[in-house]
């Protein structure tokens, strides 16, 4: 009875909430430290493993240099090239500031693609010049002058100076059109990694290696833009670099939610979800825009070419009867 007493007395209940209540304010204490010691190695992988993915990302890409460092001698040390261009100034005479974002667009990176590109442009109208006007002379104008000849040939050379610029605006097209194919999917596949717990450098990254099937030049952006998200201070000067890259708006678009989301600290996920739902809607419209064009675009060909097949095979057999032996004609 004493011991049962003692558990019902109103002193023993008192002491006994304070001990708990002291208990719980340890713990709480203790576990709010735990936290933080447990943040802290948390806090110290992540920047482990972000220097492990730079060491990584710098060797692949000294050993992509090793590996193509004649390609890049042969088109960065051409002497005579720079030579020329130097020599008659032609950077300030056919580069402005769109010349080399377009080089890169184009997936030419660097000072030497630049350099060749105003090297060609400078000797491309004498070469179709010396070619023209030897192909003219010995061919279809050889029985008239000379001067005929030479000026056909300066027109032809005059043309030839924009060769350069069509060919680098070609590669731009083909290259944009790789990209916007495969960025719809691109964002799908971004999105599950987003969602999945990836960070945004290991999207990139993972995206990278998983697209590259469909596209070689858009899983090239996202490597660059990795490495970038990895070595810039700013994450925004990446994205901003990736939109310049590429010079689609659908991709620049996708990149100015990106910043707004990394600047106002909103969730990337819910972001890249309503790109890639607008993507896939994008994509839809195209493909029903193609669908609706095709009908006029088969109008010529049936003219053409099934028409008049169907007319012969309707009007072959009356007209073998008519004018064929026996026929009524050919009896009278």
Same mark, same amino acid.
């Given at each position: 009875?004493?011991f049962?007493?003692l558990?019902t007395? @109103?002193?023993?209940?008192?002491?006994?909430?304070?001990? =708990? #209540?002291v208990a719980?304010?340890? /713990?709480?204490l203790?576990?709010?430290f735990?936290d933080?010691?447990?943040?802290?190695? @948390?806090?110290?992988?992540?920047?482990?493993?972000?220097?492990?993915?730079?060491?990584?990302?710098?060797?692949?890409?000294?050993?992509?240099?090793?590996?193509?460092?004649?390609?890049?001698?042969?088109?960065?040390?051409?002497?005579?090239?720079?030579? =020329?261009?130097d020599?008659?100034?032609?950077?300030?005479?056919?580069?402005?500031?769109?010349?080399?974002?377009?080089?890169?667009?184009?997936? %030419?990176? !660097?000072?030497?693609?630049?350099t060749? /590109?105003?090297?060609?442009? /400078?000797?491309?109208?004498?070469v179709?010049?010396?070619?023209?006007?030897?192909y +003219? #002379?010995?061919t279809?104008?050889?029985?008239?002058?000379?001067?005929? #000849?030479?000026? %056909?040939a =300066?027109?032809? !050379?005059i043309?030839? #100076?924009? +060769?350069?610029?069509?060919? +680098?605006?070609?590669?731009?097209?083909?290259?944009?059109?790789?990209?916007?194919?495969?960025?719809?999917?691109?964002?799908?596949?971004m999105?599950?990694c987003?969602?999945? !717990?990836?960070?945004?450098?290991?999207?990139?990254?993972?995206?990278?290696?998983?697209?590259?099937e469909?596209?070689?030049e858009?899983?090239?952006?996202?490597?660059l833009?990795?490495?970038?998200?990895?070595?810039?201070?700013?994450?925004?000067?990446?994205?901003?670099?990736?939109?310049?890259?590429?010079?689609?708006?659908g991709?620049?678009?996708?990149?100015t939610?990106?910043i707004?989301?990394?600047?106002?600290?909103?969730?990337?996920?819910?972001?890249?979800r309503?790109?890639?739902?607008e993507?896939?809607?994008?994509?839809?419209?195209?493909?029903?825009?193609?669908?609706?064009?095709?009908?006029?675009?088969?109008?010529?060909p049936?003219?053409?070419?099934? +028409?008049?097949?169907?007319f012969?095979?309707?009007?072959a057999?009356?007209?073998?009867?008519?004018?064929?032996?026996?026929?009524t004609?050919?009896?009278?």
């Amino acid at each position: 009875m004493n011991f049962i007493e003692l558990l019902t007395s @109103r002193d023993f209940l008192m002491a006994m909430l304070a001990a =708990v #209540s002291v208990a719980a304010i340890v /713990f709480t204490l203790g576990a709010q430290f735990t936290d933080r010691s447990a943040m802290r190695n @948390r806090i110290k992988r992540v920047a482990l493993e972000r220097e492990r993915m730079r060491a990584e990302e710098m060797a692949r890409l000294r050993a992509s240099s090793e590996k193509k460092g004649s390609i890049r001698a042969g088109s960065e040390s051409k002497t005579y090239m720079k030579a =020329v261009v130097d020599k008659f100034s032609l950077q300030k005479a056919f580069a402005d500031e769109g010349t080399l974002e377009n080089l890169q667009r184009a997936g %030419y990176r !660097g000072k030497g693609p630049l350099t060749t /590109f105003l090297f060609m442009r /400078f000797v491309t109208p004498f070469v179709m010049f010396l070619i023209s006007l030897i192909y +003219l #002379s010995l061919t279809y104008l050889k029985d008239q002058p000379l001067y005929m #000849s030479f000026a %056909y040939a =300066v027109g032809i !050379g005059i043309l030839g #100076s924009y +060769l350069p610029v069509i060919l +680098l605006r070609n590669r731009i097209t083909k290259r944009q059109q790789s990209i916007r194919r495969a960025w719809s999917d691109c964002l799908d596949l971004m999105l599950l990694c987003v969602e999945s !717990g990836m960070s945004i450098e290991h999207a990139f990254k993972r995206v990278a290696k998983e697209i590259g099937e469909q596209s070689v030049e858009l899983a090239e952006e996202l490597t660059l833009t990795t490495a970038e998200l990895s070595f810039l201070e700013d994450r925004t000067r990446a994205y901003e670099n990736l939109g310049k890259r590429t010079g689609l708006d659908g991709v620049r678009s996708v990149m100015t939610a990106l910043i707004q989301a990394d600047k106002y600290g909103t969730s990337v996920g819910q972001a890249l979800r309503v790109m890639a739902a607008e993507g896939r809607e994008a994509r839809m419209m195209e493909a029903e825009k193609k669908a609706g064009a095709l009908p006029p675009k088969l109008t010529v060909p049936l003219i053409v070419f099934f +028409l008049p097949v169907l007319f012969i095979v309707i009007m072959a057999p009356a007209m073998l009867k008519i004018f064929g032996p026996g026929g009524t004609l050919a009896g009278g």
